[in-house]
Each structure stands twice: as C-alpha cells, then as structure tokens.
C-alpha cells in the first residue's frame, strides 16, 4: 500500500488543518511574501514542515526558506537526535535511499521561539522517492523498508512536539 498525500496551497487556511506539510521535487520552488509569512505563521503555531531535497531542491530551498525565517539558519541535527531514534533507531543518521553523487545524507532542522523542531529538512537522502510505487523507482525492498522507518520516526516526532 502507497501513502496518499493531499496537496495543499500554502497560501490557503487548508494548511492549518495538518499537523504536517511535506514539500519534495527536483527544481526550484518559490514562495511569495505572503507564503513566506504564513508557512511561518503554520510553523510557529505547533505545524510541522518535512522537506525532502529530492536531488536538485537544494539551493531554492535553502534561499526560499531564508524568507520565512529570516532569523534563523538550518542546523545540521547530530546522530542522537530522537529524530534518528524515537522508533527506529538510525545511530549514523539518515539512510541513503537513492545515491547521486557521492555525498552523506544529512538532516537539517529549524527550532521555533519555543525551541521546537518546526523544520525537517533532508538532503541527499531521497526518504519520498523510497515511499512511491516501487515501480517508479525500482527501489530494492530494504531501501524502501529503510524509507519508510525513517519516515515514521519523522511523523511520530512531529505529532508529539
């Protein structure tokens, strides 16, 4: 079984009734003045943003996400996280889902006024295309278990913070 997923325009009240957004794709995302400042808005009222660098997000989301926090800069996370391990336990971090040039997955976070993780930011890593249709990307069953352990350690985390 597949997860299904609802898109949400940032910019409608839709996304103040989930309590996670997840944002992934291949190219550049944009969030206008208004975006910016109701992603934040969503963020620092107890939502929980996942973004997933799936090869090529990289450099818009890190300018992108400079505009709704402005103040603040991603932080790599250390191994010991409960991120890493409040279900599952992942002790090197993040696992590699899909290799495309070499480089260590990494997660990056953003923490609220209140010191609560609001921002999941993951890079090299790939953890949504490990969640598709095996077909689209003919992942072998252990990267795709991997994928979706991960991804339960993430939404446990974002629902009890």
């Known amino acids: 079984m597949n997860p299904k997923f609802i898109a949400v325009d940032i910019s409608s009240d839709e996304i103040f009734k989930f309590p996670i957004l997840i944002l992934t794709g291949h190219g550049n995302i944009n969030f206008s003045p208004e975006e910016a400042v109701r992603l ?20 818009s989301f890190r300018k992108e ?47 609220s006024l209140e010191g609560r993780l609001c921002v999941f930011y993951t890079y090299e890593t790939n953890i949504t295309d490990g969640w598709a249709d095996t077909k689209e990307h003919q992942d072998p069953p252990e990267k795709r278990e991997e994928a979706f352990k991960i991804g339960t350690n993430i939404i446990v985390y974002a629902l009890m913070n």
């Not at 505009?67 to 603040?72: A, E, I, R, S, T």
């Open 40 to 59: 934040r808005k969503y963020c620092e009222s107890g939502g929980f943003l996942f973004a997933d660098d799936d090869y090529g997000m990289d450099e």
């Open 65 to 111: 996400i400079k505009k709704v926090f402005p103040d603040k800069n991603l932080i790599e996370l250390p191994f010991n996280h409960p991120i890493y391990n409040l279900h599952y336990k992942f002790s090197n971090g993040l696992p590699k889902i899909h290799e495309h040039d070499q480089k260590p997955p990494q997660g990056f976070g953003i923490y």
